[in-house]
Structure formats: C-alpha cells, structure tokens
C-alpha cells in the first residue's frame, strides 16, 4: 500500500518530528568523535531541503550505535549536529535528549525552516522497547511524523514505529521523507518487475543471511552469481572440500534446497569455479576485541572446487571474475549486495573490485544498478565507484530484511495514500 510522503502535507509553521538514521560509522582522534562516512546524513538533505521550503519547523530524531539504554558520551549525536549544518549551510540546533521540558521548549522555540537535532533516542532503553509512554513523550515535541529513516526500519521501535501510532491516534499525519521513498521504490517496485536480464550478485559471509534474500529473488532473476564465504556453504552441500573455510554446516540443506530450486525455475545460478585461497597461521596475539590475530599466509589461486585441508577460501578466482565480467554487461537490472571476498585485505579484494567495476560500466551502457546496503557500499566507495552505479541502499539489516519480502514495522506505521 502505497504510503503518503512530506510532498502530500502542508507543514507550514507545523512542528515536524523527522526520525533519520544518523547511525553513522565514527572514532575517535585525538579526543573526539569523528564521522568516518557523511552519506546517510547526506542522503536526508533533499528531505529536509523539501521541508524547510514548505516552512516546517525541523525536530530530528536518530539512533547511534547501541548503547543499550545508557548514556554514552562516545555516542552522542552532537558531533552529527556539527556536520548536518555545515552540509545544509544552515545552523542546527542541538539539545543533549530526546524527551523532556528542555527538548520540548527547544522545539517549541523554533521558527520555520529551524532545524534541531535530538540526542539519541537509544540512551533511553524504553527506545528499543517500543514503550508507549515513551513514544508518547517523543510525540510530543512535534505534530506531524515523518520517518526517513530506512536504515531503522526494520527495527519496531519508539521512535521508528511506536511515535507513529501515537501520532496517528490523535489525528495528526504520519509520512515518508524523500529517501524513505527512494529506498522502497528501487528495492522495491524497481525489482518487482525488473527489466530483463535480472542478473544478481550476492555475496557475503553466510547463507543463513541471504537464505530468504536468495530464495525470493529465485523466483524473480535470470541469473544468480554467487560469491563470499557462503560459497563454500554450497560447495558443501556439492559433496566438496571446503580446507578451513568458513561454512555453515548446518545450513547445507538450505543449500540444496536452494540449488534444487534454481534448477525447477530454470534460474542461472552460479558458484565460483576457483578461488584464492590462503593458510591461516593463528599469530598468538590478540587484536583489541581480545579476539586471536590470524594472518593468512601463502595467497594462491585454487583451480579446484576442493580446497585443500590447511587451506581457506578467501576470494574468487581469476576464472570466476571472467566469467562474471562477461555475465554482467548483459544485464539490463542488476541487484548487488555482499562482498566476493575479504575485501578489505588487498590480496583478497580483486574478485569484489572486478565486479564493482564491471556492475559500473554496465551502469554507463545504460544497466539499472541497485545496490543493498552495509559492506557492498564500503566496497564501492573503496573502489571509488558509488557515484556510477544508480541507487546505492542506506540500509544494512533493513535493505535485506526488505529484499526477503518483509513488512517493515517503520514504514507500516505510516498513513496510507
Ligand atoms: C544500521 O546501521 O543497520 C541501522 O542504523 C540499524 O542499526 P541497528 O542494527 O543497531 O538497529
Ligand atoms: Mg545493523
């Protein structure tokens, strides 16, 4: 059901409560937190553009991290303040919480086209408990509801799905922002009936993440390229050696059951012909999280769908990435999400910058490019390639919960057109 959006409202002079994902990457240098990737606050600029025209007053809402209902200074939202203003050219406002007499009298404060930001929503653990009272007091700050943040959406939380429903209860209106709207029309409609070749790159560590992914996108592609860890998983299910790789020997049936169905529905589905493999040599030490340091030793390529006993599969083969070079130039839609292999270790990264090279000159002969979220985008910014392909997801979790055909609490919370 299609849902109504901010382009539907007059917010004029209305206070507009807008939940965004600000979950963004941070560290710390020097001191202080800095943000490592502007681009989901980026990603909410034509929102809050389209807002400030229709002269809302602006009270933005976000998660950080998770810490789990305690105040965290490493956590705090401030520092997004800082940057959402200089990328708006506008001030933001900042209070220190969500709730309460200093966030409502800010609020209340502001004039059309203000913008304040809350602090995170998750020092409060009645966020992640969707707790009415709470959504109650987050309500009200504003009189109209807008979430646009994707990334959250498949989280029913206070400020995602419960602040919805208490708003919708007193009459007031609950909308998508612009990129909401994005999101759901390339992972959503865009695939629905995509323009064919439909041609699917999915990679990444586990089956058990991308089973349903890869069960309903069966039903929707001409072709499946497999990559990442879970290829091994299937090379299990194969009857193969799979050395040291990570599997999940559990999910072998799953496999099957996956291959058994490419065949029914006549689907292309591809697994990596050869590797690079490597021999991991536990180093005696212990990284930061106080988990053992591995290096991996002895980089080559296996021409063999066994991976030898002392060995693990770490990225595809020179074979592979030819073959996928070929397959994707032919695509018209191409849906890509997980990595082909440890891309962020230089002699295991060649397979996922091929493809993020070839899924970008598909893009340039005219291809539809959609890209699902989390480490796939890492993986192209890496590559420098994020601007050359056509729709890049803000969601992690949510892009694939979306992709599995899931309802997702955040945007089912919203008014219907
Ligand atoms: C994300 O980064 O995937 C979203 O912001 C959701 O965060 P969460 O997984 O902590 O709910
Ligand atoms: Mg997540």
């Not at 559990?250 to 490419?262: C, Y």
Request: glycine share 10%; net charge neutral; charged share 25%.
């Amino acid at each position: 059901m299609p849902k109504l959006t901010i382009n539907d409202l007059d917010v004029r002079g209305k206070r507009v409560f807008v939940r965004v994902d600000y979950n963004v990457p941070m560290e710390e240098k020097n001191g202080q937190m800095v943000i490592n990737d502007v681009t989901r606050v980026k990603e909410t600029l034509p929102t809050l553009e389209r807002l400030i025209e229709k002269g809302a007053r602006i009270i933005l809402a976000s998660h950080l991290g998770r810490p789990k209902g305690r105040r965290e200074p490493s956590l705090s939202l401030r520092p997004v303040a800082a940057c959402l203003a200089e990328l708006i050219h506008r001030p933001v406002a900042f209070v220190d919480d969500c709730i309460g007499p200093k966030a409502e009298k800010t609020a209340e404060a502001l004039q059309p086209g203000d913008i304040l930001l809350l602090e995170n929503v998750r020092f409060y653990a009645e966020e992640e408990a969707n707790d009415l009272a709470f959504a109650g007091k987050l309500a009200r700050l504003a009189e109209v509801y807008v979430n646009d943040a994707f990334g959250a959406a498949h989280r029913a939380h206070a400020s995602t799905e419960g602040v919805a429903r208490v708003v919708a209860k007193r009459g007031g209106q609950c909308v998508s922002g612009l990129l909401m709207v994005r999101e759901l029309k390339f992972l959503g409609e865009e695939l629905e009936n995509p323009e064919r070749p439909f041609v699917v790159i999915l990679g990444g560590a586990k089956v058990s993440d991308k089973i349903k992914v890869i069960d309903r996108l069966l039903e929707k592609a001409d072709t499946i390229l497999i990559g990442g860890a879970m290829t091994y998983t299937f090379r299990l299910a194969l009857g193969r050696k799979v050395g040291k790789s990570l599997v999940e020997p559990d999910r072998v049936d799953v496999a099957s059951a996956a291959l058994e169905k490419a065949k029914t529905r006549r689907v292309e589905f591809l697994l990596p012909g050869d590797n690079i493999v490597a021999t991991p040599v536990d180093t005696g030490k212990l990284n930061q999280k106080g988990k053992p340091v591995i290096e991996y030793q002895n980089p080559r390529v296996n021409d063999s769908l066994d991976i030898p006993e002392t060995e693990e599969g770490m990225d595809i083969g020179p074979r592979t990435i030819a073959l996928y070079r070929d397959i994707i130039p032919r695509a018209q839609t191409i849906l890509w999400n997980g990595p082909m292999g440890v891309f962020e270790d230089k002699p295991f990264s060649q397979g996922t910058m091929a493809v993020a090279r070839a899924v970008a000159a598909a893009t340039q002969k005219g291809a539809k490019s959609i890209i699902g979220g989390g480490d796939t985008v890492k993986a192209l910014n890496l590559a420098g390639l994020a601007d050359q392909v056509t729709f890049v997801s803000t969601g992690g979790g949510a892009s694939l919960e979306f992709l599995e055909g899931k309802e997702l609490p955040g945007v089912a919370a919203l008014s219907d057109r």
